[in-house]
Nanobody, 126 residues
Framework: QVQLVESGGGLVQAGGSLRLSCAAS????????MAWFRQAPGKEREFVAG????????RYADSVKGRFTITRDNAKNTVYLQMNSLSPEDTAVHYC???????????????????WGQGTQVTVSS
């Protein structure tokens, strides 16, 4: 079992920045890949960024490349999402998720992730 708790969401103006955190507990944190997803009202949940269990590999959605950075601190059992140059299109509930079954591949399908946090709202005003 893995428990995930997100924090760091809020309201920010367009062009601003936020950093999301996701604290994990349960299984050894360094044994599984992590990702961030988001879901806007009326839309499907979409992949934002993923990071391999070692932290050595990352993957991003095209819509956030160059603006968002995913990192993890295995000593603190925490994954982060630094979001810069935010736009109203980034407004969504953001979720962290754990993939305990993939050894190497960073998967982008929400159905591949077994454990989810409760979500944190990010709202970007124009």
């Amino acid at each position: 079992q893995v428990q995930l708790v997100e924090s760091g969401g809020g309201l920010v103006q367009a062009g601003g920045s936020l950093r999301l955190s996701c604290a994990a507990s349960g299984r050894p944190f360094s044994s599984y890949n992590m990702a961030w997803f988001r879901q806007a009202p009326g839309k499907e949940r979409e992949f934002v960024a993923g990071i391999r269990r070692s932290g050595a590999g990352t993957r991003y959605a095209d819509s956030v490349k160059g603006r968002f950075t995913i990192t993890r601190d295995n000593a603190k059992n925490t994954v982060y999402l630094q979001m810069n140059s935010l736009s109203p299109e980034d407004t969504a509930v953001h979720y962290c998720a754990a993939d305990v079954n993939s050894v190497t591949v960073l998967r982008v399908s929400a159905s591949s992730y077994e454990y989810w946090g409760q979500g944190t709202q990010v709202t970007v005003s124009s």
